[in-house]
């Protein structure tokens, strides 16, 4: 190898060889013989009578070829959702049948449901990042429900069914909902500085939940209304952005970056009215639209930790025969509730007269009693003495909606406790 042609083939031997053993020339080869059917289908001439090359054949090809190495195709985003479903006394509900809706009641073809276990527990993955609800049925003992899926751990409270509520569901409420066309991109960075991963991101407006990836970046639909997005990691350190409108309707959009910081937290004690602690009971607090769920551990503390300051609602949801309750609060700075307590139903059932203003029975008339702010719903229908037999309710203040035997609602004029009357107004 004297001459320099003979150099010249040796670096060209070497440069093949290098590029066939790193795969890239096959990658390419093999990625010509892939044609993009839209393409084909606005090219001229008739397709019928044009043969398709072999694979590997790149004669007719315009434009630049595309090469991708193996695993650097994005994977498909998907969404998730996870929780547990109990009955208004806190027990779990099995067999209950959770699928995937739009947030507008419609149902979802191609995602398969899922069924809770014997602890109540569900989980469910879908594919894109449309914002969707979950309808939550358990026939012939329970009302269905429609909730916004979460990206934290979802608790869902089943009521007694009502003869108007079966087979009916309403949308899901909310002033600003998503429809998934307009999408915002963002990055989640660590208090140190990091880019943060599984820190979980919400729409407070809309209720629309993310969390990020390994290297702190999501993706969630918004509303086409005002956004604010709050940021979490659950280990103390929350985020919140500066109230926003998109300027546009559909496509994605940059958003602005989350820096996390400590924030405020909240603790507590949960025990029964014989002094025991509760464990393992969902504690969920509610701040403008965005959850944060916990559970109590041993000796029945909680904590939730990295909250947002302002105006906010606690929820203890029902717990194993034992009543829920909720507590409006303002959090300004780390604070101890100390002791709640939560009752358990008394033994014995509320028997409510149903009468009108002259004091007459109304049979058949239906009456649901709303106890804790809508933690415990107690249906039943009285008798031909207008008699209701409400059962699994606590000694508190309730609230009641009434309706005739046709189900049309009634006005309510008064409640006696001491004598258990309840005065409508049927006309």
Known sequence: MTRPSHWI???????????????????SLAGDGQTDGGREGASVGSQENRAAPPAGDVRGRSGPVVVRRAGSIPPPVNQSAEGRVVDRLGFPVAQARVRVTSLAGDSVEDVPGAVTDGRGRFQLTWPGIDPRALVVEAPGRHAPAIVRASADEMQIVLQDPTPWSAG????VPGDALSDGLLVGEGWVRGSTGPSAAGVQVTVRETGASTRTDETGRFTLPLGSGPCTLVAFDGLGAVATAETFTPSRRQGKIPLPQLELAAGPALRGRLINTE???????AVVLETGGVARTVRSGQGGMFAVLGLVQGECELSVLPHRGHLGMRIPLVVEADADLSDLVLERPRQEPHRIHVVDRRGRPLPFFHVVADQLTGLCRAYAQADADGIAILRGLSDGDV???VRRPDFAPVGIESFDEGSMRLVVAPD
Do not use: K
């Open 9 to 27: 083939l040796g670096f060209l031997f070497v440069v093949g060889g290098g590029l066939w053993t790193s795969g890239a020339l096959e990658s």
């Open 168 to 171: 009916a569901l309403a949308a």
């Open 275 to 281: 002094g025991e602690p509760l464990v393992d009971a």
């Open 399 to 401: 609230d009641f909606e």
